[in-house]
Structure formats: C-alpha cells, structure tokens
C-alpha cells in the first residue's frame, strides 16, 4: 500500500481530480472499470505525479494506505451505487468513501446511512467548476462526518480553489448536506444563465445588436457589479467565429438547452419545502420549451399575430436602454440567489443540517461556475445576519434592489408590449413586488376553498380556524377551532 488517496472513474472530472491531487503531492490510486481508460490516463498524464494504476478494484484497494480514502467520479445514479457497493466489500471500518458526482441529495442520505452500517465513513461531496476546475482548483462542497472532514481537509484544502487565498471547501453538514448545496447551486447557476439569455435577447432581437456588439456590452458589464465568470464566458461565446460559415457561432448553434436534472431536481426540492424559487423554476421551463420542437413548430405554424420583437429605441437612447437591461439583470440576479439561499435554509432545517450560509458564499467566490464578485457581498450580509429572512433584506443588497427598480419595471413592460419573452426578469419582479405587499390576494383564495371544500380560513381580528355554512341561510359564520 502506497496510495493516501485513490480516485474510481478516470473520465473528464476523475482524471482531473486526479491530476490536480497528484500536482499537490498527493500519492494517486487511479482505477476506471475499463482499463484502456486508465492506459490512457497513465500515457498521457502518468508523469505529472505519483500514481498508481489498478487493474482491478482488488488491486486498486489494496494499493490504499489505510484508514483508506477513496474518491468516486463516475456516472450519478446506478453506476455510483455499484462502485461504491464494490469498494465496500473489500475496505475495512474507519475507511472512506468519497462521492464527487453530482448525486441526489437523498441516495446520499441513504448510502451514508448504509455505509455508517457497515464502518464506513461516506462523504457526499459535490464538486463544481467542471473539468478545467477539478483540474486547477474547484469548489468543494463535502457533506458527511466531522470526523471524515477533519481527515480529509488537508487533502481537499490543498486542491480546492483559492478566493483571497482562503480554500473554497468547507464541511457543509451531515449525510446529504453537500450535495443539497451543490444541487442548488446549478439551480441557481440555471437562473443566471438564463438572465444572461434574456439580456441578451434583448439586445440582439429588441435592439437588432450584433454578437460582436453585445459581447462587447457582456466584457463592459464584467466591469461591473456584474463581474462573474458567467458574464465573462458569455462575451466569449458571442465573439466567437463558426470555423465552417464564418457567422457568429451563436447563430448557428440549435437552440435547444440541454440538461441533466440539478436544475429540475432543485425546483422539485424547493416545491416539497413549499419555498418559492421561481427564477430558477424559469429558467428550468424555459430550457425545457426550447426543447420542445413539435410544440414551437406547431406554434410557427400558426402564424400568431403579436408584436415583432423589435423596440424602438432612439439610437441616442441607447446607453441608457442598455443601462435599464444591466439593472433588470442585476435586480433579477439577486431575486435568484435570495431565493437560492432561502431552499439552502429551509433544507437546513428540515433535515437539521445547520449550515453556515455566509460559509457557503464564500465557497462559490471561486472555483465553481457562479462564481462572482457579489458572492463577497452576499457572505458578509450572512456574516452580519442582516440576511437570516432575506438576503434581499441585508442593506446593500435592499439598496441595489431598491436602485434598479424603475428600470427592471421599464424593462418588463417594454418586453410585454414588444413580444419579447423575459420569465426570470418577470417573474423575478412579480416575486419582489409578491414580498414587499402587505396585503396578498391569498384571502380570496381562502375564501374560494371554503366554499368549495370547507377548508376554514383565519380572521386578521381573532384567532382560531373558521368557516362559512354556505348552504344556510345568512351564510353563518362557526368557529372551527381555537
Ligand atoms: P461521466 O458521468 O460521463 O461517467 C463516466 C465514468 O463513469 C467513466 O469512468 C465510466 O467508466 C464510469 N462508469 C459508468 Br458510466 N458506469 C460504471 C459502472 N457501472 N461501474 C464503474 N464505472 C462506471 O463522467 P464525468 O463527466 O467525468 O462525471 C463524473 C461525475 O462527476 C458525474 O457524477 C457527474 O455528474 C459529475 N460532475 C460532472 C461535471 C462535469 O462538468 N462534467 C461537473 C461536476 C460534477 P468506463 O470508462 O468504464 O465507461
């Protein structure tokens, strides 16, 4: 036994992480159920540390110094429970199971729980950034046991992503913590993604803009507030040249948005916590509408008759349009992440997890795909607790909101008037104006469900659960309970 760690799964993810913990020093088992991959691997990166390739799980085990530490990269799902139930059967009590996929929160709940059976200890972990950031640095969400965190912290501090020199990993908490967190982070990675797409579609559709112009407008923007690798990456892909046609690559791309189910998985969750998430939720249907062919198909078809897209924007106005998009962007932006961070706390406390929220901020800062400059922002409002209810509520964050509203409401109207679809700005806006009413039409709803189910409702003046008999006579109100 040679190895202090050992990575399963030597695709894109696993044989970065691999790479990036041998460049660390690390001694690395690396196995992958089929060996030419591990080959491969050996030939291509085999000098850049020390690694130790397994033919078989056996060898691959027993090349582990122990208490042994093993990191799982292979496929979510099925595929995740054969390795790990593979592993298992030859390691010892005390040992570690890590699992970096991008697994289901609750199959983790129930493989720590199996494992914890049998010895084990199983991390949950999840890992963002992509390739290029299990390679140089990602952000590392790892869930499980304290004592499985104390062991495997230097380990993970040393190929984490570094934000003011500070390691961008933390124990999240228990079981299935850290996968919870890094689910949501894509849900909200979803919502920014699909901001950025209206913005944009405004620009090119709305203002008749070119790639080029508003790649231009994306590299101003990361100037700003705004800054994000998200921002950044998008003023690439809009000044990038198709090698083929010449055109700009983003006018020949299909727009279908693909996806893999963390977007889905985190709006799932959030509707069985009852937590409103509805940026993300958007950006989830909307990646699903482009999608559906027949459907826009059909509807072309259909000829229906609306506005064509185009705003009629004085080309002297122009700056200050785009400044009135770049507020939307932000106001919307934050609405998400808010309510991003609201599914964090309400998971929190439903599986009594108790995470550090200004901790988990501070781990995206970088590394990971929504890394931002305001995640520096949004930390110190949790530090400071002025962000408990709301991150909306924290000072600067209620002043930001406050600063972009006349152009985030000039924005949606704009879109509803010309025909341009824009669900996160919109729905982002309906939320905010939803939370800041004092009163909500839920009281008609209340009263519609009594009638028709006898559901009871509560009075603003006495407490207790009433209901109307609406069959009798004068409509008498009985109190139903105290
Ligand atoms: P994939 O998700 O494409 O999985 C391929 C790996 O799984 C290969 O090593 C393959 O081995 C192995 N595998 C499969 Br498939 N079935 C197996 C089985 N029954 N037993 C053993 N090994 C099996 O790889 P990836 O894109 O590197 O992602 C790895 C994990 O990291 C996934 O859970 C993914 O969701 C997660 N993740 C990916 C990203 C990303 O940007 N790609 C980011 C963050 C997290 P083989 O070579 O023998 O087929």
């Not at 559709?205 to 998200?230: H, K, Q």
């Not at 996806?259 to 958007?282: F, R, S, Y």
């Not at 991003?340 to 997890?353: C, P, R, S, T």
Request: aromatic share 8%; hydrophobic share 40%.
């Amino acid at each position: 036994a040679a190895a202090n760690v050992g990575v399963v799964g030597l695709a894109a993810m696993g044989a970065s992480l691999a790479r990036n913990l041998a460049h660390h020093g690390n001694k690395v088992a690396v196995f992958n159920r089929t060996y030419a991959r591990t080959e491969d691997f050996m030939e291509h990166h085999g000098q850049e540390g020390d690694f130790y390739p397994a033919r078989t799980v056996e060898e691959f085990v027993a090349s582990l110094e122990k208490p042994r530490t093993a990191i799982v990269m292979v496929k979510a799902g099925a595929p995740t429970d054969q390795v790990i139930n593979e592993l298992a059967d030859l390691m010892e009590p005390g040992d570690i199971i890590v699992d970096g996929g991008n697994s289901f929160f609750q199959d983790t709940i129930r493989r720590e729980k199996a494992m914890a059976q049998r010895g084990l200890h199983f991390v949950g972990m999840g890992v963002s950034g992509g390739e290029e950031g299990a390679l140089n640095g990602p952000s590392l969400m790892p869930g499980g046991s304290e004592e499985s965190w104390e062991r495997l912290k230097p380990i993970l501090e040393s190929i984490a992503a570094k934000a003011d020199g500070e390691p961008c990993v933390m124990h999240i908490g228990p079981n299935g913590a850290g996968h919870f967190v890094k689910m949501v982070h894509n849900g909200i990675e979803y919502a920014d993604m699909q901001l950025i797409a209206e913005s944009y579609d405004l620009m090119r559709r709305g203002l008749g803009m070119t790639p080029d112009e508003i790649g231009a407008v994306f590299e101003d923007w990361n100037r700003t507030e705004l800054n994000s690798y998200l921002i950044e990456i998008t003023a690439q892909v809009l000044r990038e040249k198709d090698e083929r046609t010449g055109k700009p690559l983003v006018d020949v791309i299909l727009d279908h948005a693909g996806m893999k189910g963390t977007g889905t998985w985190t709006v799932q969750c959030a509707l069985n916590l009852g937590i409103p998430v509805t940026g993300i939720a958007e950006a989830v249907f909307a990646r699903g509408l482009s999608s559906q062919t027949e459907l826009r198909e059909g509807a072309a078809a259909q000829h229906f008759s609306g506005p064509d897209a185009a705003l009629d924007v004085p080309a002297d106005q122009r700056d200050a349009f785009l400044d009135d998009i770049r507020h939307a962007l932000y106001a919307s932006k934050i609405v998400a992440y808010a309510q991003g961070f609201n599914e964090i706390a309400a998971a929190g406390k439903e599986y009594g997890w108790d995470i550090d929220m200004a901790g988990v901020a501070r781990i995206w800062r970088a590394g990971c795909i929504i890394r931002a400059r305001f995640l520096d922002t949004i930390s110190d409002a949790f530090e400071t607790g002025t962000a408990d209810v709301s991150l909306l509520f924290a000072p600067y964050f209620k002043e930001a909101i406050e600063r972009c509203g006349q152009p985030w409401r000039r924005i949606v109207a704009d879109c509803a008037m010309h025909g341009i679809p824009i669900p996160c700005f919109s729905s982002s806006l309906a939320y905010f104006d939803g939370l800041r009413s004092t009163r909500l039409p839920a009281a008609l709803i209340q009263g519609q469900r009594d009638l028709f189910g006898a559901h009871t409702y509560q009075r603003i003046d006495m407490p207790g659960a009433f209901h109307v008999e609406w069959e009798e006579p004068g409509h008498p109100e009985v109190q139903v309970s105290k």
